[in-house]
């Protein structure tokens, strides 16, 4: 069965770094959308980076351009989420989620169990 591993959250000062880490398993799909989801309390879940192994493309929210970088390792089943100059609002829990439609659509089929970050002085 399809899984998915979060890990690389924590308490991190604003302006910090912090990389979050997605190990896969469970499947064998060539192509797919892998991405980083991110939820507040009492607010809509928020798209934050994609990759669609598809159209090749890597989709960022708006918010998180030029701050956050998303790739892939070189073991093939992990993914990387490198977040720097953090802000108290980048404070959530963090999901990596998988869609099978292979397209970032915003449609997820599979999910972590999430990571929490915590921006704050």
């Known amino acids: 069965q399809v899984q998915l591993v979060e890990s690389g959250g924590g308490l991190v000062q604003p302006g910090g770094s912090l990389t979050l880490s997605c190990a896969t398993s469970?499947?064998?799909?060539?192509?797919?959308?892998i991405g980083w989801v991110r939820q507040v309390p009492g607010k809509e879940r928020e798209g934050v980076a994609c990759?669609?192994?598809?159209?090749?493309?890597?989709y960022y929210e708006n918010s998180v351009k030029g701050r956050f970088s998303f790739s892939r390792g070189d073991a093939k089943n992990t993914w990387y989420l490198q977040m720097n100059s953090l802000k108290p609002e980048d404070t959530a829990v963090y999901y990596c989620a998988l869609a099978l439609s292979s397209y970032c659509l915003g449609d997820y089929d599979y999910w972590g169990q999430g990571t929490q970050v915590t921006v704050s002085s």
């Open positions: 469970g499947f064998t799909l060539d192509y797919y959308a």
């Open positions: 990759i669609s192994l598809s159209d090749g493309g890597t």
